[in-house]
């Protein structure tokens, strides 16, 4: 059923930025999510405060760790200096960084293109990728790859779309971008970035000239950027990191048997796909015959996203584990070609279909919502967070009811889902045994312990670590020989595995901690504000001790 279009889509790209920081910020900004690999890039900046050295990464257990470079742990360390060491400060950056990529996604679409509803619509595209929302929320490389390899979009975008030469920012924007996206993530940036270069050199349709390419004092001050971390630990440490640096980059990282190449490019096809859901579905039906009118139009730009997104799925499918993570450097690029479909397409004379897509993720909030109301019932307050969910809502069921900016009320109520989402993991996040144990050392006051020798899962370390800084040190214990440290801590954290595996007699436990247990989770809730509740936690919950040897 076709419409007339709706009122002409405009977009304030610094507001649609603002939005989405206010929205993904609480799902961001606390532990509702806690990813892995974060322990390393929070444990190494704490480490870093610690000592002063802000160019060596050190593991949790004092170990050097060289697998990636400095930008991510500076990210984190940024953080930490200005807001101090707490998990907002922690990723804080990475929120911004998201929110930033979103603008220069804007900006992509604006230099190639005349028509500004593909910059709306693109800028809309990547604000609802669900990829990007979830590596806000992470202090790890991906959203800083993400945001660095746009940065230097712009400049391919420059080269490709200018006739009679380029401005000045060209060269800075497109190897500044590459410098920096080195120095988060290494290979996998330069190998991306090496492809647009040639792409530029070689592509028959418009070939980019040296001399214009060749942009001297930009190409030494990236270079400068992109080793001097690596220049440095050299220095420093000799050859030894680049050996561990070497060995997760290509050693770890490359599969070599060729059905797991063909199922992770098939995968990896699939989650891209995916990233771009439901917009892919508004290119029918004639995606065809829009995608030769494109081509036709701008063969350079066609050419460029089609030869990058080959490139990520290439390096996608050569990983020996593949994550949807991988995918994201191109996500803008692709976002910007998918916008320029759908405009070309005409996709918003397709009322219905846009309206129903916004009325999916409306309802998906009001049943977030509804369930954020029933724990709110029983006791879990969040008043000020369901008040924003209700204001946003209100503003997204006018546009739905009135037929008006339906792209808008698809991406502002996807991006809802996941502050609606908080409603519940506010519950089950907090508080983690990191908030547990630094109020307990807070009572202690001057009697709190320097170091605290530690026993469990790393990646609650890392919590604990950063909840319990400056005053007290905590130290992973080595996997096999924990037993044997014990006696050279005053004080111990154990998880209760290891803990139930000693001589209780010998300790005191001066705090314990508990959390709840994903598979108690529906049991939990149900027992929410009543009697039993605190048994079945405790019954369930993972337990954290703190321990002090048993003198007598």
């Known amino acids: 059923m076709i419409f007339s279009k709706s009122t002409e889509l405009k977009i304030n790209p610094w507001i649609l930025m603002g939005v989405f920081c206010v929205l993904v910020g609480p799902f961001a900004l606390n532990f509702h999510m806690n990813y892995p690999d974060e322990m390393y890039y929070r444990d190494a900046a704490v480490e870093m405060l610690r000592n002063g050295d802000y160019l060596t990464t050190y593991l949790g257990s004092g170990e050097l760790r060289f697998k990636k470079p400095i930008v991510t742990y500076w990210a984190v360390l940024a953080g930490f200096k200005l807001f101090g060491v707490n998990a907002f400060a922690s990723r804080i950056f990475f929120l911004l960084a998201g929110a930033a990529t979103i603008g220069l996604t804007f900006k992509l679409a604006k230099i190639l293109f005349k028509e500004e509803k593909i910059a709306f619509i693109s800028a809309l595209i990547m604000a609802a990728n669900p990829v990007l929302i979830l590596s806000s929320g992470r202090s790890i490389p991906d959203i800083l790859l993400v945001c660095s390899m746009t940065l230097s979009a712009l400049g391919f975008a420059s080269y490709l779309k200018n006739e009679d030469g380029v401005p000045r920012w060209t060269p800075w924007a497109l190897f500044g971008g590459l410098a ?70 290509v050693g770890e990282r490359v599969a070599s048997r060729g059905i797991l190449i063909v199922k992770h490019g098939l995968q990896a096809l699939g989650l891209m796909l995916a990233m771009f859901v439901p917009w892919v579905f508004f290119t029918f039906p004639k995606l065809k015959t829009n995608i030769l009118k494109a081509w036709k139009e701008n063969t350079q730009f ?50 219905l279909g846009l309206k129903a897509a916004a009325i999916f993720f409306y309802l998906l909030n009001i049943i977030l919502l509804a369930a954020g109301f029933y724990l709110a019932l029983k006791g879990h307050f969040i008043w000020i967070r369901m008040a924003l969910i209700v204001a946003v809502l209100v503003y997204v069921g006018k546009l739905i009811w009135s037929n008006q900016k339906l792209p808008k009320a698809i991406t502002y109520s996807y991006i809802l889902i996941f502050l609606s989402y908080t409603l519940f993991t506010s519950l089950i996040s907090f508080p983690h045994p990191g908030k547990q144990i630094q109020l307990e050392l807070q009572e202690m006051y001057d009697l709190a312990p320097s170091e605290i020798g530690f026993r469990g899962n790393n990646h609650v370390a890392s919590k604990i670590r950063i909840s319990i800084y400056p005053k007290t040190r905590l130290t992973n214990l080595d996997k096999i020989n924990w037993r044997n440290q014990l006696s050279e801590y005053d004080y111990l954290i154990l998880e209760d595995e290891f803990y139930d595996s000693l001589d209780r007699e010998n300790f005191i436990v001066q705090k314990q901690t508990v959390n709840w247990s994903s598979k108690a989770i529906p049991d939990l809730i149900k027992a929410f504000g009543k009697p039993q509740y605190d048994s079945i936690l405790n019954a369930s919950g993972k337990k954290f001790y703190l321990l002090r040897p048993n003198k007598d």
């Open 302 to 351: 066609s050419g460029f996203a089609l030869l990058w997104a080959l490139a990520i799925l290439g390096m996608g499918s050569l990983t020996i584990k593949f994550y949807e993570r991988y995918l994201l450097p191109v996500a803008p690029v692709l976002a910007v070609y998918l916008g320029w479909i759908l405009v070309k397409g005409e996709f918003e004379i397709r009322k």
């Open 180 to 249: 920096l996206a080195f120095e988060v993530k290494g290979l996998p940036a330069a190998a991306l970035g090496g492809i647009g270069i040639i792409y530029l050199i070689v592509n028959p349709w418009k070939k980019i000239p040296l001399k214009s390419l060749f942009h001297l004092p930009s190409i030494l001050v990236s270079l400068v950027v992109a080793l001097f971390w690596f220049v440095a630990m050299w220095i420093i440490h000799g050859p030894t990191y680049l050996e561990s640096f070497l060995e997760d980059q």
